[in-house]
């Protein structure tokens, strides 16, 4: 932003003895003094630029100093949805028009108050975009670059990225803008529900730890969701464990209380003396740039004006922030996480109430373990899922692995499975857990259910699609994929189940085109806290050798898939209709039309041997495939490991 004056002070030198009044509710605000049919406030940037104009002018009356710009929902979807009601107006609008026209706004108020004594910033303000179930996560981070594109030929460098669910987004964008911009400052702002949770399932101390540590944000704060209330207390429980950072800022943006609809109309809780009150007890935390979200109007900035700074247009704070550069941040977070790390690693020691598990124990140490899968009941008869796992007690397995409805096709509930094994059997299990069919409320309940009944091994998959014919009457749910769903279990590992944390894995399909996309992904994997993974069956040299790229190139720890073909049919099944398989005809040759099941069985016992010979090198394991649950087949392979 260009004036006299206005680059003799940037945000960063006023935040080093002061704090900062943001400005309070665009949208909820916008519909309270507008009452024609507006799709949502971003239309007003192109249709009527004068009321956005003079709703940053009322909050900037009232004491704001940071205006965040109106474009909290300027995205391609909102941008479609204007075109498509909006015809005549926003035909020829690009969302580069919507965004900059936006900013342009909140720059020409902040410009016209500026003054020395009483400085006003404006700020690009990027929120959340929807995503759809089969969106890819290249188009969403394409579509917040081009965002952030558009503010930074604006010439914009403060950055609000607000009511986001985790820090997913907005470290990237915080990369991607810092390249561009290294001097831009950039604030990441997180909404949870009541319970302390995001949307997304992730922990506040998670998330706020996460953005903190991160090194790539200037200031990292909570905002909308929750009222001041619910606010305060998370900020302080987190301050007390963490800290406040020396050089960043913590943010606090509320909601004035929560939503009620009173004789048709959304109005919130809080009366606007309580709210300034409670915001007090929030700035006396140490958190420096404080406003409000959902239903503050310029009457509530006004009271935290009025309460905190009027004394002398500002509120001076006694510590001085001092600032480093983003990559000293990083170098500084790093240093400390591998501090920390060092730290535990000393003085780690196994708890009397932590549950013993050896499939674990002998994979971090470097042994050869072997998991077995068996698969679950399609209706209630359990007895030869049980009596298998019962015949593997004598033998190298070291876990049951359970498939999660493989294929779509309805089973018994793994993690159920997997917890009725473990007691009678005492064994180790390890039920697979599919994104398909849960949303994250189930799957959290799931994991914590699992967790009281000592299960503490998964395997975490996206899950395969209902069958097309069946989606009409058969809906799948995703809210992960598996990634996601590792992130999540990762933030539970650091909140709920720190003492005794759950060890989980991933899949791997080591046949797709690309052996570099395929490593790609396992290193966000790997980095989501993947511990192991579970490979397609292997049947050949050239899949050993494709798996031996992927370990080198990633460092993991394989267990290759082994899964015995029983019969010439079987295998010209798993050959022609099994995607993601790939059975050489070298293999399928040995299997000669009309021999017996015994001549099947020793073939299949061969090609397995020649598997675990070729993949002992390779391999932190072997995963065997049971198939039509011939557990003594099995058993037979399980003596050559």
């Not at 609000?160 to 803008?177: C, G, N, Q, R, W």
């Not at 915001?279 to 006004?302: N, Q």
């Not at 990634?483 to 279990?489: G, H, S």
């Not at 899949?543 to 080198?552: D, P, Q, S, T, V």
Request: a negative charge.
């Amino acid at each position: 932003m260009k004036n006299d004056g206005m680059d003799e002070m940037n945000i960063r030198e006023y935040l080093e003895n002061h704090k900062l009044l943001t400005d309070g509710a665009m949208g909820t605000y916008f519909d309270t003094v507008e009452k024609e049919n507006y799709i949502c406030s971003e239309e007003a940037n192109i249709t009527n630029p004068s009321l956005v104009r003079q709703i940053h002018k009322n909050y900037v009356k009232n004491g704001a100093q940071l205006l965040r710009s109106n474009t909290f929902l300027a995205n391609r979807e909102t941008l479609l949805s204007l075109q498509q009601n909006r015809a005549e107006q926003f035909q020829n609008v690009s969302l580069k028009e919507l965004v900059t026209k936006g900013y342009r706004l909140a720059e020409e108020v902040a410009r016209e108050a500026y003054s020395e004594s009483y400085p006003v910033f404006p700020a690009a303000d990027i929120g959340p975009i929807l995503e759809e179930k089969e969106s890819e996560e290249t188009d969403i981070l394409q579509q917040y670059y081009e965002i952030c594109d558009s503010f930074l030929e604006a010439g914009a460098n403060i950055f609000v990225l607000e009511t986001f669910p985790d820090t997913e987004h907005v470290l990237k964008m915080a990369e991607y803008i810092r390249q561009i911009c290294p001097e831009a400052f950039i604030i990441g702002q997180f909404s949870l529900t009541p319970t302390g949770y995001s949307r997304t399932g992730f922990h506040y101390k998670t998330i706020l730890r996460d953005a903190v540590q991160s090194g790539l944000l200037d200031g990292a704060g909570l905002n909308c969701g929750i009222g001041a209330a619910h606010m305060k207390r998370f900020l302080e429980a987190y301050i007390e464990e963490y800290g406040v950072p020396e050089d960043m800022i913590l943010t606090a943006l509320p909601n004035c209380g929560y939503p009620q609809i009173v004789r048709g109309h959304v109005i919130y809780s809080d009366s606007v003396t309580y709210f300034g009150e409670k915001i007090k007890e929030v700035s006396e935390l140490g958190v420096r740039v404080l406003g409000g979200c959902c239903g503050t109007t310029p009457e509530y900035i006004g009271e935290i004006y009025r309460t905190l700074f009027q004394a002398e247009h500002t509120l001076k704070v006694p510590t001085r922030i001092v600032w480093t550069d983003a990559a000293g941040r990083i170098q500084k977070r790093q240093e400390q996480l591998a501090h920390i790390k060092s730290a535990e690693g000393k003085n780690k020691t196994i708890k009397k109430e932590q549950v013993v598990n050896t499939f674990r124990r002998k994979l971090e140490k470097g042994e050869l373990v072997c998991a077995v899968e068996l698969d679950p009941p399609f209706d209630a008869n359990d007895t030869k899922l049980v009596n298998g796992a019962k015949e593997l007690l004598s033998t190298k397995a070291d876990i049951i692995t359970i498939a999660d409805s493989p294929l779509a096709r309805s089973r018994a509930d793994a993690s159920l499975m997997a917890a009725k094994i473990k007691m009678q059997t005492g064994m180790d299990v390890m039920p697979h857990l599919a994104c398909r069919d849960k949303n994250r409320i189930a799957i959290r309940s799931g994991v914590l259910g699992s967790y009281v009944n000592e299960i503490r091994n998964y395997l975490f998959v996206t899950g395969d699609p209902v069958a097309r014919e069946d989606r009409e009457f058969t809906k799948s749910v995703f809210d992960f994929n598996s990634i996601r769903l590792m992130k999540f279990a990762q933030s539970m590992n650091q909140e709920i189940f720190a003492d005794d944390t759950i060890f989980y894995g991933g899949a791997l399909n080591q046949n797709g085109a690309s052996p570099e996309n395929i490593a790609g992904r396992m290193i966000k994997k790997i980095e989501a806290g993947c511990s192991y993974f579970l490979t397609q069956p292997v049947y050949d040299e050239e899949g050993i050798k494709r798996l031996a790229f992927l370990k080198e190139r990633t460092g993991a720890k394989i267990l290759i898939g082994i899964m015995p073909l029983v019969s010439r049919r079987n295998a010209l099944f798993i050959k022609n209709e099994m995607p993601g398989i790939y059975v050489p005809d070298r293999v399928v040759e040995k299997y000669k039309e009309n021999a017996s099941r015994e001549e099947y069985e020793e073939a299949a016992v061969e090609i397995s041997k020649e598997i675990i010979e070729m993949g002992k090198e390779v391999g932190a394991g072997f995963y065997f495939m049971t198939p039509f649950n011939r557990v003594s087949l099995v058993k037979s392979i399980l003596e050559y490991v």
